[in-house]
């Protein structure tokens, strides 16, 4: 089975910590990308990379990392420089290049409490 | 600055009729625009897209419109059923946007109700 998986489905932190999101994809897509969706809100892009071991940032980097050692991973570290860290992630990939959609994973509910 | 905006947050339609979607843009340099169909707490899945050279795309019960002179595009849904209440995002690209090839932009989404 294809697909995209993140996990946790949910995951909760104390305020000042970082924590890991994990995606992983087997649909051997080049792209992937991290999207973040707050309420009544689109999805607004965080970091996407389009090939191993390169990765650039997206409208609302500021207080993210990722890396992309593997083409398969794309983790992503919400930092305490974050300020309002508790939302909705959602992981994303696709093919290389333009006309391509998207295919999503299910999501990350991140509270920081 | 939204350059995908979809003005209706919710849309309530009685089942059988059709659903109407709407979307605007504001970029003309966007040339691919999709739609994209998300359940609580799940990720978005996609549904239907339309390259600018084209002015209509159908798939089952699902169309897309677009008219470029208006920078408008639309998703008809006909029948509407309640299996498909959802909220609905608008997304679109441009070659080369943001120094990379398939970066979308997301509207805000629509709310659709289909009441049986």
């Known amino acids: 089975d294809g697909g995209i998986t993140q996990s946790p489905k949910y995951l909760f932190r104390k305020e000042g910590q970082n924590v890991t999101l994990s995606c992983e994809q087997n649909l051997n897509h080049d792209a992937m990308y991290w999207y973040r969706q707050d309420p009544g809100q689109g999805l607004r892009l965080i970091y996407y990379s389009q090939i191993v071991n390169d990765f650039q940032k997206g409208d609302i980097a500021e207080g993210y990392s990722v890396s992309r050692e593997k083409k398969e991973s794309f983790p992503l570290t919400v930092t305490s420089a974050q300020k309002n860290p508790t939302a909705f992630y959602l992981c994303?990939?696709?093919?290389?290049?333009?006309?391509?959609?998207?295919?999503f994973g299910p999501g990350t509910r991140l509270t920081v409490l | 600055d939204q350059q995908v905006k979809q003005n209706s947050p919710s849309l309530s339609v009685q089942e059988g009729r059709i659903s109407i979607l709407n979307c605007d843009y504001t970029n003309s340099m966007f040339d691919y625009f999709l739609w994209y169909k998300k359940y609580p707490a799940e990720g978005p899945t996609f549904l239907i897209s339309?390259?600018?050279?084209?002015d209509k795309n159908e798939d089952g019960r699902f169309t897309v419109f677009l008219n470029k002179s208006a920078k408008h595009l639309s998703l008809h849904i006909v029948p509407s059923q309640p299996g498909d209440s959802a909220v609905y995002f608008c997304?679109?690209?441009?070659f080369g946007y943001g120094g990379s090839q398939g970066n979308l932009i997301f509207g805000k989404g629509t709310k659709l109700s289909v009441k049986p």
């Open positions: 997304a679109a690209s441009a």
């Open positions: 994303a990939s696709s093919w290389q290049g333009s006309y391509n959609e998207q295919f």
């Open positions: 339309i390259s600018s050279i084209k």
